[in-house]
């Protein structure tokens, strides 16, 4: 076990047990108004203090957790579940029209920086937690599609390969039960890295008012009240920020130590 | 270089051409008629059908895809349906914000992360390695939005070195409007920086172990020569990338950071746009925007072609 891993993993499992423990206990009603409590800076009673409507900050970072982790895990699914096997594909099918249809379709999408697919999306469907998963997962499809299709490229020279087309194995069989395993360690590192961009992402989209809607809480919104008070309650902008930073500086970390520890001679291109 | 010069243009225009199409017919399937939308509910039919020939509505989708892409090719982008002035117009004036500040905060991008990279590189395992590489751990996780929010917490209301919002215009003069852009630049480029770093650093760590470093040492040459002369130009290839890739995170990132500072640039006009259903200034900033984007990764294609003649031969 290496540092970059112990600390990066705790300070991940923080963000996933605040979102967790959430479900069961909050100290306060996250949602609860309490006007004559207002703006109150970190106290033994809140300890986070109060926002503007005299809601418990603590309790609001605890279910905006689950908000920040949820949207980007399922952005990170939706980024694997559909980049996967196009990289295995255009992989197996080096060189030929479907690769180059895949890789062209990829950079195109590039060429749409996640916060402007959300910006179509939130033009048609409007805002909302589920527009701003697809925004992002979007993003992800050609990010796994590239380290995949990369990385099973001088797979299909090996003689291991050529044993199972022996064996008479089809491409699709090969993919899943020889390739897949084989770049497995690189897709947990990159899922790692982008969960964190997702993170970030979430927080962004929320804060223009494009993620999360009222009244579900997250913290890319509580920035955005924070902005007008931030010179009367400069608490309400500092900690949803610790909160953002704390979780994204922990799976990055994590993410490292996941490298190195999976395999030393691995090294992601990290974007 | 002309044939992979042509093949790159090739590509461009496809990709152009795709995403016109994309952004336009995604757009268009959206729910509500922009004509009915500004007339409001209590709207007689006929005056609808009015103001939708008026707006271009009543033709086809093709015929109006096509008007679209034929006229913004003439520079003429159509007219805003919500305040009838050109498009054009409007998407130029904001550019004159939006654009300047994405270059400022990419020159500060560069500035900062060219000797902070070259620096971790050349310290690389000791003390001050890990004391950049550690700030730059934390500046890939800072949102640059939040970052925005403590400069203004500092230099703006406590110091009051800037104001806290608002774009002084150009017409103020030129140190007027660069000072106005300084802090949402600041809060772009850092995070772009602390990648930049990243990258750069470890590319000159990989081209620092080649042989003709050893070779240029060898011939008399000392350690920050060989570094200058022949260790930068060689790990420019993959920091150019980068930097082009930047662009266009830097562009995006700027529609955030301009709510911020209340900055009238493309990003609160897009907003401004999407709550008020005007979809042809939508349309036209997202296609801008993806244009740039496009444009900027053909030019760094060539630059890197230019620089590194072995990527001509193997596309």
Not at chain 2, 181 to 188: D, F, N, V
Not at chain 2, 295 to 300: L, Q
């Amino acid at each position: 076990m290496n540092r970059n891993l112990i600390i990066g993993g705790t300070l991940s499992l923080i963000a996933v047990m605040a979102a967790l423990v959430s479900f069961v206990w909050t100290p306060f009603d996250h949602a609860s108004m309490n006007i004559p409590e207002k703006l109150q800076t970190p106290n033994l009673v809140n300890w986070f203090g109060t926002d503007h409507f005299g809601r418990d900050m603590f309790s609001m970072i605890m279910v905006g957790a689950r908000t920040s982790i949820a949207v980007a895990f399922v952005a990170v699914g939706i980024g694997m579940g559909l980049g996967i096997p196009l990289g295995l594909w255009a992989a197996a099918r080096k060189g030929a029209w479907i690769d180059e249809l895949i890789m062209r379709a990829n950079d195109l999408i590039f060429a749409f920086p996640s916060l402007v697919i959300a910006i179509l999306i939130t033009a048609i469907f409007g805002a909302g937690a589920v527009n701003a998963i697809i925004a992002i997962g979007i993003f992800n499809i050609p990010v796994f599609a590239r380290v995949v299709r990369g990385a099973a490229m001088p797979l299909w020279e090996r003689e291991f390969i050529l044993a199972a087309r022996v064996a008479g194995k089809n491409a699709a069989r090969i993919s899943v039960e020889h390739i897949l395993p084989n770049v497995m360690n690189l897709l947990i590192v990159q899922a790692t890295i982008q969960f964190s961009l997702g993170i970030l992402a979430e927080a962004a989209l929320s804060y223009v008012g494009l993620g999360a809607q009222p009244p579900t809480p997250s913290w890319g919104r509580m920035l955005a009240d924070a902005q007008t008070l931030v010179s009367i309650a400069p608490h309400m902008a500092l900690i949803p920020g610790f909160a953002i930073i704390i979780t994204v500086l922990g799976l990055n970390l994590m993410g490292d130590g996941l490298r190195d520890h999976l395999n030393p001679r691995l090294r992601v291109a990290r974007t | 270089m002309l044939r992979y010069t042509l093949k790159r243009l090739l590509s461009l225009m496809i990709s152009l051409a795709v995403a016109s199409v994309l952004i336009f017919f995604v757009i268009e399937v959206a729910p509500g008629d922009p004509a009915s939308f500004m007339l409001g509910i209590n709207a007689q039919p006929d005056t609808v059908a009015a103001l939708r020939a008026e707006l271009g509505l009543d033709v086809s989708k093709w015929q109006r895809y096509v008007a679209w892409v034929q006229g913004m090719l003439v520079g003429d982008f159509g007219t805003s349906y919500t305040y009838r002035t050109p498009v054009a117009q409007m998407v130029s004036d904001r550019l004159w914000v939006s654009l300047p500040l994405t270059l400022y905060a990419l020159a500060l991008s560069t500035f900062i992360a060219f000797p902070a990279g070259m620096y971790a590189a050349a310290r690389r395992g000791r003390a001050g390695d890990v004391t950049v590489m550690g700030a730059t751990q934390l500046g890939v996780a800072i949102p640059n939005f939040w970052f925005a929010m403590m400069l203004v917490l500092v230099f703006a209301i406590n110091l009051r070195w800037f104001s806290a919002g608002g774009f002084a215009g150009w017409d103020k003069g030129l140190g007027a409007g660069v000072w106005s852009l300084t802090l949402p630049a600041i809060a772009l480029a850092l995070p772009q920086a602390a990648i930049l770093a990243r990258v750069m650093r470890s590319a000159l760590l990989d081209v620092l172990n080649e042989d003709y470093m050893r070779t240029a040492r060898a011939k008399g040459l000392t350690r920050a020569q060989t570094i200058w002369r022949h260790g930068l130009r060689n790990a420019l290839i993959p920091v150019l990338t980068i930097i082009g890739l930047q662009f266009s995170f830097l562009l995006a990132g700027s529609i955030i950071i301009e709510q911020v500072f209340y900055l009238p640039g493309l990003g609160r006009l897009v907003f401004q746009a999407i709550s008020a259903r005007d979809l042809i200034v939508v349309e036209s900033v997202v296609m801008l925007l993806v244009f740039a984007v496009i444009v900027v990764n053909f030019a760094v294609d060539l630059a890197y072609a230019a620089v590194d003649p072995r990527l001509r031969a193997r596309t």
